[in-house]
Protein backbone atom coordinates (compact mmCIF):
# COMPACT_ATOMS: atom_id res chain seq x y z
CA UNK A 1 0.00 0.00 0.00
CA UNK A 2 1.33 3.35 -1.16
CA UNK A 3 0.11 6.06 0.86
CA UNK A 4 0.31 10.00 -0.41
CA UNK A 5 3.02 11.98 1.19
CA UNK A 6 2.36 14.07 3.73
CA UNK A 7 4.88 16.82 3.23
CA UNK A 8 6.19 15.15 6.52
CA UNK A 9 3.32 17.43 8.55
CA UNK A 10 -0.03 15.72 8.58
CA UNK A 11 -2.67 18.71 9.03
CA UNK A 12 -4.06 19.60 5.52
CA UNK A 13 -3.55 23.06 4.94
CA UNK A 14 -6.24 25.45 5.28
CA UNK A 15 -7.18 27.23 1.92
CA UNK A 16 -8.24 30.43 3.19
CA UNK A 17 -12.45 30.87 2.38
CA UNK A 18 -13.26 27.54 3.53
CA UNK A 19 -15.34 27.09 6.49
CA UNK A 20 -13.49 26.94 10.45
CA UNK A 21 -14.43 26.24 13.46
CA UNK A 22 -14.11 29.20 15.76
CA UNK A 23 -10.55 28.50 16.48
CA UNK A 24 -9.46 28.12 13.34
CA UNK A 25 -9.83 24.45 12.68
CA UNK A 26 -11.04 24.12 9.58
CA UNK A 27 -15.12 22.22 9.18
CA UNK A 28 -15.18 21.14 5.86
CA UNK A 29 -12.79 19.39 3.78
CA UNK A 30 -10.71 22.00 1.65
CA UNK A 31 -10.53 20.91 -2.06
CA UNK A 32 -6.93 20.22 -0.94
CA UNK A 33 -8.28 17.90 1.77
CA UNK A 34 -10.74 15.93 -0.82
CA UNK A 35 -7.54 15.33 -3.02
CA UNK A 36 -5.73 13.90 -0.63
CA UNK A 37 -8.59 11.89 0.96
CA UNK A 38 -9.35 10.68 -2.97
CA UNK A 39 -5.32 10.14 -3.04
CA UNK A 40 -5.39 8.09 -0.07
CA UNK A 41 -8.73 6.29 -1.09
CA UNK A 42 -6.75 5.09 -4.35
CA UNK A 43 -5.52 2.47 -1.81
CA UNK A 44 -9.03 0.98 -1.84
CA UNK A 45 -10.23 1.58 -5.06
CA UNK A 46 -11.92 4.58 -6.06
CA UNK A 47 -13.97 5.01 -9.06
CA UNK A 48 -12.78 7.31 -11.84
CA UNK A 49 -14.50 10.84 -11.32
CA UNK A 50 -16.91 9.94 -14.54
CA UNK A 51 -19.07 7.46 -12.83
CA UNK A 52 -22.66 7.91 -13.01
CA UNK A 53 -23.36 7.21 -9.10
CA UNK A 54 -20.48 7.87 -6.83
CA UNK A 55 -21.31 4.93 -4.91
CA UNK A 56 -20.77 2.59 -8.23
CA UNK A 57 -17.54 1.50 -7.17
CA UNK A 58 -19.31 -0.09 -3.86
CA UNK A 59 -21.52 -2.12 -5.24
CA UNK A 60 -19.67 -5.39 -5.29
CA UNK A 61 -21.99 -8.45 -5.03
CA UNK A 62 -18.74 -11.25 -4.60
CA UNK A 63 -17.04 -8.92 -1.91
CA UNK A 64 -20.63 -8.15 -0.23
CA UNK A 65 -20.90 -12.12 -0.30
CA UNK A 66 -17.91 -12.78 1.05
CA UNK A 67 -18.25 -10.40 3.61
CA UNK A 68 -21.40 -10.82 4.78
CA UNK A 69 -22.51 -14.46 4.06
CA UNK A 70 -23.01 -15.19 8.02
CA UNK A 71 -26.68 -15.39 7.56
CA UNK A 72 -29.08 -17.28 9.46
CA UNK A 73 -29.94 -20.65 8.56
CA UNK A 74 -32.92 -20.82 6.53
CA UNK A 75 -32.29 -16.74 5.15
CA UNK A 76 -33.52 -17.22 1.67
CA UNK A 77 -31.50 -15.63 -1.28
CA UNK A 78 -33.21 -12.30 -2.63
CA UNK A 79 -37.08 -13.34 -4.01
CA UNK A 80 -38.04 -11.98 -7.30
CA UNK A 81 -41.04 -12.94 -6.23
CA UNK A 82 -41.47 -10.52 -3.39
CA UNK A 83 -40.07 -8.13 -5.55
CA UNK A 84 -42.84 -8.28 -7.98
CA UNK A 85 -45.15 -8.35 -5.32
CA UNK A 86 -44.13 -4.79 -3.96
CA UNK A 87 -44.08 -3.26 -7.29
CA UNK A 88 -47.62 -4.87 -7.98
CA UNK A 89 -49.25 -3.06 -4.52
CA UNK A 90 -47.80 -0.08 -5.86
CA UNK A 91 -49.14 -0.14 -9.34
CA UNK A 92 -52.36 -1.57 -7.59
CA UNK A 93 -52.22 1.45 -5.16
CA UNK A 94 -51.18 4.23 -7.74
CA UNK A 95 -54.13 3.41 -10.22
CA UNK A 96 -56.16 3.89 -7.45
CA UNK A 97 -54.50 7.11 -6.47
CA UNK A 98 -53.60 5.88 -3.05
CA UNK A 99 -50.44 6.73 -2.88
CA UNK A 100 -50.04 8.21 -6.23
CA UNK A 101 -49.83 11.71 -5.35
CA UNK A 102 -49.90 10.99 -1.90
CA UNK A 103 -46.27 11.46 -1.09
CA UNK A 104 -46.83 11.24 2.91
CA UNK A 105 -43.38 10.11 3.65
CA UNK A 106 -39.89 11.68 3.69
CA UNK A 107 -36.75 10.34 2.79
CA UNK A 108 -33.21 11.74 3.39
CA UNK A 109 -30.32 10.47 2.27
CA UNK A 110 -26.81 12.09 0.78
CA UNK A 111 -24.36 10.27 -1.32
CA UNK A 112 -21.28 11.71 -0.22
CA UNK A 113 -21.03 9.63 2.57
CA UNK A 114 -19.91 7.04 1.31
CA UNK A 115 -16.43 8.79 1.39
CA UNK A 116 -16.64 7.72 4.95
CA UNK A 117 -14.82 4.56 5.14
CA UNK A 118 -12.23 3.00 6.75
CA UNK A 119 -9.02 3.41 5.15
CA UNK A 120 -6.99 0.60 6.30
CA UNK A 121 -9.41 -1.89 7.36
CA UNK A 122 -11.77 -2.51 4.39
CA UNK A 123 -13.49 -5.48 5.96
CA UNK A 124 -14.70 -2.54 8.57
CA UNK A 125 -18.18 -3.75 9.19
CA UNK A 126 -19.52 -0.12 8.89
CA UNK A 127 -19.43 -0.05 5.28
CA UNK A 128 -20.82 2.23 2.79
CA UNK A 129 -22.48 -0.47 1.53
CA UNK A 130 -24.58 -0.66 3.96
CA UNK A 131 -26.23 2.82 2.63
CA UNK A 132 -25.35 2.07 -1.05
CA UNK A 133 -26.96 -1.17 -1.04
CA UNK A 134 -30.68 -0.23 0.95
CA UNK A 135 -30.44 2.76 -1.90
CA UNK A 136 -30.38 0.48 -4.61
CA UNK A 137 -32.86 -2.16 -3.31
CA UNK A 138 -35.36 1.30 -2.28
CA UNK A 139 -34.87 2.19 -6.25
CA UNK A 140 -34.99 -1.73 -7.57
CA UNK A 141 -38.58 -2.10 -5.88
CA UNK A 142 -39.55 1.32 -7.02
CA UNK A 143 -40.14 2.94 -3.34
CA UNK A 144 -38.14 5.63 -3.18
CA UNK A 145 -40.32 6.95 -6.20
CA UNK A 146 -42.92 7.09 -3.51
CA UNK A 147 -41.09 8.87 -0.88
CA UNK A 148 -40.89 12.93 -0.84
CA UNK A 149 -37.11 13.66 -0.86
CA UNK A 150 -36.04 15.92 1.85
CA UNK A 151 -33.08 18.04 1.30
CA UNK A 152 -30.02 16.74 2.80
CA UNK A 153 -28.08 19.79 5.05
CA UNK A 154 -25.27 19.78 6.61
CA UNK A 155 -25.81 20.62 10.50
CA UNK A 156 -24.73 23.95 11.77
CA UNK A 157 -22.01 24.56 14.32
CA UNK A 158 -24.60 25.51 16.69
CA UNK A 159 -26.74 22.95 16.40
CA UNK A 160 -23.99 19.64 16.76
CA UNK A 161 -22.82 21.84 19.73
CA UNK A 162 -26.60 21.02 21.45
CA UNK A 163 -24.95 17.55 22.13
CA UNK A 164 -21.37 17.92 21.78
CA UNK A 165 -18.65 20.00 23.50
CA UNK A 166 -16.32 23.13 21.18
CA UNK A 167 -13.50 20.73 22.14
CA UNK A 168 -14.52 17.57 21.17
CA UNK A 169 -15.75 19.24 17.89
CA UNK A 170 -12.39 20.33 17.66
CA UNK A 171 -11.05 17.49 18.08
CA UNK A 172 -13.25 15.56 15.46
CA UNK A 173 -11.95 18.52 13.02
CA UNK A 174 -8.01 18.46 13.91
CA UNK A 175 -8.26 14.59 13.42
CA UNK A 176 -9.93 14.87 10.22
CA UNK A 177 -7.88 16.77 8.90
CA UNK A 178 -4.91 15.04 8.67
CA UNK A 179 -3.88 13.21 5.63
CA UNK A 180 -2.03 10.19 6.47
CA UNK A 181 -3.58 6.99 7.48
CA UNK A 182 -1.09 6.35 9.77
CA UNK A 183 -2.00 9.19 11.76
CA UNK A 184 -5.85 8.71 11.23
CA UNK A 185 -5.56 5.12 12.54
CA UNK A 186 -3.27 6.04 15.58
CA UNK A 187 -6.04 8.72 16.41
CA UNK A 188 -8.76 6.76 16.01
CA UNK A 189 -7.46 4.33 18.10
CA UNK A 190 -7.56 6.22 20.83
CA UNK A 191 -11.70 5.99 20.59
CA UNK A 192 -13.56 2.73 21.17
CA UNK A 193 -14.94 1.53 18.02
CA UNK A 194 -14.39 4.61 15.84
CA UNK A 195 -12.62 5.11 12.29
CA UNK A 196 -12.08 8.50 10.98
CA UNK A 197 -10.53 9.53 7.62
CA UNK A 198 -10.08 13.15 5.83
CA UNK A 199 -14.12 13.13 4.66
CA UNK A 200 -16.00 11.91 8.34
CA UNK A 201 -16.05 15.43 9.21
CA UNK A 202 -18.51 16.41 6.07
CA UNK A 203 -20.64 12.93 6.77
CA UNK A 204 -20.72 13.47 10.27
CA UNK A 205 -22.23 16.83 9.95
CA UNK A 206 -24.62 15.83 6.62
CA UNK A 207 -26.17 12.88 8.78
CA UNK A 208 -27.06 15.26 11.86
CA UNK A 209 -28.55 18.30 9.54
CA UNK A 210 -30.44 15.64 7.69
CA UNK A 211 -31.74 14.14 10.86
CA UNK A 212 -33.23 18.00 12.12
CA UNK A 213 -34.46 18.53 8.56
CA UNK A 214 -36.73 15.49 7.93
CA UNK A 215 -37.78 15.65 11.82
CA UNK A 216 -38.72 19.22 10.97
CA UNK A 217 -40.19 18.06 8.02
CA UNK A 218 -42.32 15.58 10.10
CA UNK A 219 -43.03 17.66 13.17
CA UNK A 220 -44.37 20.80 11.06
CA UNK A 221 -46.46 18.36 8.94
CA UNK A 222 -44.75 18.96 5.78
CA UNK A 223 -44.86 15.14 5.56
CA UNK A 224 -46.36 12.33 7.90
CA UNK A 225 -43.34 10.44 8.47
CA UNK A 226 -39.79 10.07 7.44
CA UNK A 227 -36.82 7.89 6.82
CA UNK A 228 -33.25 8.71 7.23
CA UNK A 229 -30.67 6.71 5.19
CA UNK A 230 -27.26 8.34 6.75
CA UNK A 231 -23.79 7.38 8.13
CA UNK A 232 -21.90 7.45 10.43
CA UNK A 233 -24.60 6.38 12.98
CA UNK A 234 -25.04 8.41 15.95
CA UNK A 235 -26.51 6.60 19.04
CA UNK A 236 -22.94 5.91 20.98
CA UNK A 237 -21.56 9.67 19.64
CA UNK A 238 -21.48 10.88 23.35
CA UNK A 239 -20.97 14.69 24.39
CA UNK A 240 -17.15 14.69 24.49
CA UNK A 241 -16.05 11.19 22.65
CA UNK A 242 -16.83 8.90 19.41
CA UNK A 243 -17.65 5.83 20.35
CA UNK A 244 -18.87 2.58 18.48
CA UNK A 245 -19.11 4.12 14.93
CA UNK A 246 -20.98 7.05 15.62
CA UNK A 247 -19.29 10.99 15.32
CA UNK A 248 -22.22 12.86 15.73
CA UNK A 249 -25.61 11.73 17.49
CA UNK A 250 -27.80 12.37 14.90
CA UNK A 251 -31.39 11.62 16.86
CA UNK A 252 -30.01 13.42 19.84
CA UNK A 253 -29.04 16.40 17.87
CA UNK A 254 -32.72 16.41 15.80
CA UNK A 255 -34.85 15.96 19.12
CA UNK A 256 -32.56 18.82 20.90
CA UNK A 257 -32.77 21.02 17.67
CA UNK A 258 -36.31 20.62 17.27
CA UNK A 259 -37.07 21.56 21.28
CA UNK A 260 -34.93 24.35 20.74
CA UNK A 261 -37.04 25.36 17.83
CA UNK A 262 -40.55 24.70 18.68
CA UNK A 263 -40.43 24.27 22.50
CA UNK A 264 -42.01 27.49 22.77
CA UNK A 265 -44.94 26.64 20.59
CA UNK A 266 -45.98 23.87 22.29
CA UNK A 267 -43.41 20.79 21.72
CA UNK A 268 -42.78 19.61 25.17
CA UNK A 269 -42.77 15.50 24.67
CA UNK A 270 -40.34 13.61 21.86
CA UNK A 271 -40.26 9.75 22.43
CA UNK A 272 -37.01 8.07 20.95
CA UNK A 273 -36.90 4.46 20.41
CA UNK A 274 -33.79 2.66 20.20
CA UNK A 275 -34.04 -0.22 18.62
CA UNK A 276 -30.76 -0.83 17.90
CA UNK A 277 -29.09 -4.18 19.40
CA UNK A 278 -26.66 -1.85 21.13
CA UNK A 279 -27.46 0.05 24.02
CA UNK A 280 -27.59 4.05 22.68
CA UNK A 281 -25.87 5.15 26.08
CA UNK A 282 -25.34 8.45 24.58
CA UNK A 283 -28.27 9.53 23.91
CA UNK A 284 -29.63 8.36 26.82
CA UNK A 285 -26.96 10.56 28.88
CA UNK A 286 -28.13 13.35 26.56
CA UNK A 287 -31.30 13.29 28.08
CA UNK A 288 -31.09 11.41 31.49
CA UNK A 289 -32.33 14.58 33.44
CA UNK A 290 -34.55 16.19 30.51
CA UNK A 291 -38.29 15.32 31.25
CA UNK A 292 -38.90 16.36 27.43
CA UNK A 293 -37.61 13.50 25.81
CA UNK A 294 -38.45 9.95 26.64
CA UNK A 295 -35.61 7.65 25.36
CA UNK A 296 -36.19 3.83 25.62
CA UNK A 297 -33.94 1.50 24.30
CA UNK A 298 -33.74 -2.38 23.83
CA UNK A 299 -31.19 -4.09 23.72
CA UNK A 300 -28.87 -7.05 24.18
CA UNK A 301 -27.08 -6.36 27.65
CA UNK A 302 -25.44 -9.72 28.76
CA UNK A 303 -25.31 -8.27 32.21
CA UNK A 304 -22.90 -6.05 31.48
CA UNK A 305 -20.67 -8.55 29.20
CA UNK A 306 -22.28 -7.22 25.74
CA UNK A 307 -20.67 -4.21 24.19
CA UNK A 308 -20.70 -1.24 25.37
CA UNK A 309 -20.21 -3.50 28.06
CA UNK A 310 -22.00 -0.38 30.30
CA UNK A 311 -23.96 -1.01 33.75
CA UNK A 312 -25.68 2.21 32.74
CA UNK A 313 -27.38 0.23 30.36
CA UNK A 314 -29.45 -2.19 33.11
CA UNK A 315 -33.04 -1.01 33.90
CA UNK A 316 -32.08 0.65 37.02
CA UNK A 317 -31.19 3.12 34.81
CA UNK A 318 -34.51 5.48 34.91
CA UNK A 319 -33.51 8.56 34.26
CA UNK A 320 -32.90 11.55 38.01
CA UNK A 321 -33.94 14.75 38.73
CA UNK A 322 -36.83 15.72 36.20
CA UNK A 323 -35.96 13.74 34.18
CA UNK A 324 -36.72 10.63 36.56
CA UNK A 325 -39.08 7.67 34.98
CA UNK A 326 -37.97 9.39 31.15
CA UNK A 327 -35.46 6.37 30.83
CA UNK A 328 -36.30 3.01 30.29
CA UNK A 329 -33.85 0.39 29.48
CA UNK A 330 -34.96 -3.42 28.47
CA UNK A 331 -32.08 -5.28 29.00
CA UNK A 332 -31.61 -9.07 27.64
CA UNK A 333 -29.15 -10.93 29.07
CA UNK A 334 -29.35 -13.90 26.01
CA UNK A 335 -28.53 -14.53 22.54
CA UNK A 336 -31.16 -15.86 20.38
CA UNK A 337 -33.63 -13.61 21.16
CA UNK A 338 -36.32 -13.29 18.61
CA UNK A 339 -39.59 -11.30 17.16
CA UNK A 340 -42.20 -13.63 19.50
CA UNK A 341 -39.91 -12.12 22.73
CA UNK A 342 -39.77 -8.69 21.58
CA UNK A 343 -43.29 -8.51 20.66
CA UNK A 344 -44.43 -9.54 24.37
CA UNK A 345 -41.51 -6.83 25.40
CA UNK A 346 -43.56 -4.30 23.30
CA UNK A 347 -47.26 -5.38 23.88
CA UNK A 348 -46.18 -5.72 28.11
CA UNK A 349 -44.09 -2.66 28.87
CA UNK A 350 -43.10 -0.33 26.04
CA UNK A 351 -46.45 0.73 24.32
CA UNK A 352 -48.21 0.97 27.28
CA UNK A 353 -45.43 3.08 28.76
CA UNK A 354 -45.52 5.09 24.98
CA UNK A 355 -49.15 5.67 25.34
CA UNK A 356 -49.54 6.87 28.49
CA UNK A 357 -46.55 9.29 27.52
CA UNK A 358 -48.05 10.26 24.45
CA UNK A 359 -45.57 11.98 22.91
CA UNK A 360 -45.76 14.80 20.24
CA UNK A 361 -43.04 13.06 18.17
CA UNK A 362 -41.00 9.64 17.25
CA UNK A 363 -37.87 9.37 16.65
CA UNK A 364 -36.60 5.83 15.99
CA UNK A 365 -32.83 5.40 16.41
CA UNK A 366 -33.31 2.58 14.00
CA UNK A 367 -30.49 -0.01 13.91
CA UNK A 368 -31.18 -3.76 12.28
CA UNK A 369 -28.12 -5.41 14.17
CA UNK A 370 -30.56 -7.40 15.90
CA UNK A 371 -31.67 -9.05 12.79
CA UNK A 372 -27.58 -9.73 11.54
CA UNK A 373 -24.80 -12.50 13.53
CA UNK A 374 -23.40 -9.63 15.35
CA UNK A 375 -26.09 -8.87 17.36
CA UNK A 376 -26.84 -12.26 17.49
CA UNK A 377 -30.28 -12.35 17.63
CA UNK A 378 -32.76 -13.17 14.91
CA UNK A 379 -35.30 -10.09 14.24
CA UNK A 380 -37.07 -10.64 11.17
CA UNK A 381 -37.30 -8.18 8.40
CA UNK A 382 -40.91 -8.25 9.25
CA UNK A 383 -40.75 -7.71 13.12
CA UNK A 384 -39.27 -4.25 12.02
CA UNK A 385 -42.40 -2.87 10.10
CA UNK A 386 -44.06 -4.28 12.82
CA UNK A 387 -42.58 -2.04 15.36
CA UNK A 388 -42.79 0.75 13.03
CA UNK A 389 -46.54 0.03 12.74
CA UNK A 390 -47.32 -0.03 16.40
CA UNK A 391 -45.51 3.32 16.74
CA UNK A 392 -47.72 4.64 13.64
CA UNK A 393 -50.96 5.15 16.20
CA UNK A 394 -48.16 7.65 18.48
CA UNK A 395 -48.54 11.49 17.83
CA UNK A 396 -50.16 11.58 14.54
CA UNK A 397 -47.98 9.09 12.61
CA UNK A 398 -45.31 11.63 13.36
CA UNK A 399 -42.01 9.29 13.55
CA UNK A 400 -38.79 9.52 11.37
CA UNK A 401 -36.77 6.59 11.74
CA UNK A 402 -32.48 7.28 11.43
CA UNK A 403 -30.46 4.46 10.24
CA UNK A 404 -27.70 3.46 13.50
CA UNK A 405 -26.19 -0.25 12.99
CA UNK A 406 -26.86 -3.30 11.08
CA UNK A 407 -24.06 -5.15 9.73
CA UNK A 408 -25.69 -8.01 7.45
CA UNK A 409 -26.27 -5.69 3.97
CA UNK A 410 -29.27 -8.20 3.56
CA UNK A 411 -30.72 -7.60 7.00
CA UNK A 412 -30.47 -3.79 6.75
CA UNK A 413 -31.97 -3.48 3.08
CA UNK A 414 -34.97 -6.23 3.88
CA UNK A 415 -35.56 -4.65 7.13
CA UNK A 416 -35.00 -0.94 6.39
CA UNK A 417 -37.71 -1.91 3.15
CA UNK A 418 -40.39 -3.17 5.44
CA UNK A 419 -40.25 -0.22 7.82
CA UNK A 420 -40.52 2.10 4.43
CA UNK A 421 -43.29 0.01 3.29
CA UNK A 422 -45.19 0.21 6.37
CA UNK A 423 -43.99 4.28 6.69
CA UNK A 424 -46.22 4.64 3.15
CA UNK A 425 -49.17 2.75 4.44
CA UNK A 426 -49.02 -0.34 3.73
CA UNK A 427 -50.12 -2.87 6.24
CA UNK A 428 -46.64 -4.58 7.85
CA UNK A 429 -45.68 -8.41 6.97
CA UNK A 430 -47.13 -11.12 9.27
CA UNK A 431 -45.42 -12.41 11.54
CA UNK A 432 -44.85 -16.17 12.09
CA UNK A 433 -45.10 -16.95 15.98
CA UNK A 434 -45.88 -20.69 15.70
CA UNK A 435 -42.80 -22.68 16.75
CA UNK A 436 -43.39 -25.49 14.37
CA UNK A 437 -43.19 -23.21 11.51
CA UNK A 438 -40.46 -24.54 9.11
CA UNK A 439 -39.85 -20.93 7.97
CA UNK A 440 -39.38 -18.80 10.54
CA UNK A 441 -38.58 -20.96 13.17
CA UNK A 442 -35.60 -19.35 15.20
CA UNK A 443 -32.35 -20.92 15.16
CA UNK A 444 -30.74 -18.88 17.04
CA UNK A 445 -27.41 -16.77 16.62
CA UNK A 446 -25.32 -18.20 14.12
CA UNK A 447 -22.91 -19.64 16.65
CA UNK A 448 -22.18 -23.34 17.35
CA UNK A 449 -22.62 -23.21 20.76
CA UNK A 450 -26.26 -22.75 20.57
CA UNK A 451 -27.34 -25.11 18.15
CA UNK A 452 -30.62 -26.28 18.53
CA UNK A 453 -30.57 -29.66 17.52
CA UNK A 454 -30.09 -31.88 21.11
CA UNK A 455 -34.24 -31.70 21.53
CA UNK A 456 -33.10 -31.11 25.65
CA UNK A 457 -34.61 -28.47 27.88
CA UNK A 458 -33.30 -25.18 26.15
CA UNK A 459 -34.98 -25.10 23.42
CA UNK A 460 -37.98 -23.74 24.97
CA UNK A 461 -39.13 -23.01 21.04
CA UNK A 462 -39.33 -26.48 20.32
CA UNK A 463 -42.58 -27.18 21.56
CA UNK A 464 -45.27 -27.27 19.05
CA UNK A 465 -48.27 -25.73 20.81
CA UNK A 466 -49.53 -22.65 19.48
CA UNK A 467 -48.92 -20.63 22.29
CA UNK A 468 -45.91 -18.33 22.02
CA UNK A 469 -43.06 -19.60 23.94
CA UNK A 470 -40.79 -16.76 25.37
CA UNK A 471 -37.21 -16.80 26.20
CA UNK A 472 -37.19 -17.30 29.87
CA UNK A 473 -34.54 -13.79 29.67
CA UNK A 474 -37.03 -12.28 28.19
CA UNK A 475 -39.54 -12.80 31.01
CA UNK A 476 -37.20 -11.95 33.50
CA UNK A 477 -36.48 -8.66 31.56
CA UNK A 478 -39.78 -7.81 31.61
CA UNK A 479 -40.36 -8.38 35.34
CA UNK A 480 -37.60 -6.79 36.64
CA UNK A 481 -38.50 -3.46 34.08
CA UNK A 482 -41.95 -3.34 35.04
CA UNK A 483 -40.69 -3.54 38.39
CA UNK A 484 -38.80 -0.44 38.44
CA UNK A 485 -41.33 1.52 36.21
CA UNK A 486 -44.49 0.55 37.71
CA UNK A 487 -44.56 3.39 40.14
CA UNK A 488 -43.85 5.58 37.22
CA UNK A 489 -46.42 4.57 34.62
CA UNK A 490 -49.53 3.42 36.05
CA UNK A 491 -50.46 1.79 32.90
CA UNK A 492 -47.83 -0.75 33.94
CA UNK A 493 -49.22 -1.40 37.25
CA UNK A 494 -52.29 -3.19 35.43
CA UNK A 495 -49.90 -6.01 35.07
CA UNK A 496 -49.89 -6.52 38.90
CA UNK A 497 -51.90 -9.46 39.56
CA UNK A 498 -55.17 -7.77 41.02
CA UNK A 499 -57.17 -10.36 43.21
CA UNK A 500 -60.01 -12.31 42.03
CA UNK A 501 -63.50 -11.07 42.89
CA UNK A 502 -65.45 -12.86 45.85
CA UNK A 503 -68.72 -13.23 44.83
C1 LIG B 1 -24.03 1.84 15.71
C2 LIG B 1 -23.59 0.50 16.17
C3 LIG B 1 -21.89 -0.85 17.23
C4 LIG B 1 -20.48 -0.79 17.68
C5 LIG B 1 -19.97 -2.16 18.07
C6 LIG B 1 -18.54 -2.12 18.52
N1 LIG B 1 -22.40 0.42 16.78
N2 LIG B 1 -18.05 -3.39 18.90
O1 LIG B 1 -24.27 -0.49 15.97
ZN1 LIG C 1 -25.80 -1.39 17.04
Not at 57 to 86: R, Y
Not at 320 to 335: C, I
Not at 465 to 471: A, G, R, T, W
Amino acid sequence: MVHPSSDGGDNVTNSSGSPQLTDGVPLAATNEGADNAAAAAADVDVPPADEIRPYDHLINEEADTDLFNKTFPGDAAIDDDDDADIKATAAAADTTGKHAADKRTGFVHFDSNVDHFCLWDEKYEETPRRYSRTLERMKELELIDRCQLIEPRRATEAEVLLVHTPEYLAKVASITSLIDPARLEEESSKFDAVYFNPNTLEAAFTAAGSAIELAEAVYTGQVRNGFALVRPPGHHAMAAEACGYCVFNNVAIAAKALLQKFEASGLQRILIVDWDVHHGQATQQAFYNDPRVLYASIHRYELGAFWPELIESNYNFTGEGAGRRYNVNVPLNDTGLCDSDYLAIWHNLLLPIFYEYNPQLVLVSAGYDAGDPLGEYCLSPNAYGQMTHMLGALANGRMILTLEGGYSLKAIADSALECIKVLLGEPPGALSLFNDSEEKKCDGPASPASSTDSGGNENIRSNSSSSIQLNECAIETLRNVIGYHSSHWPSLALNVDIPETKL
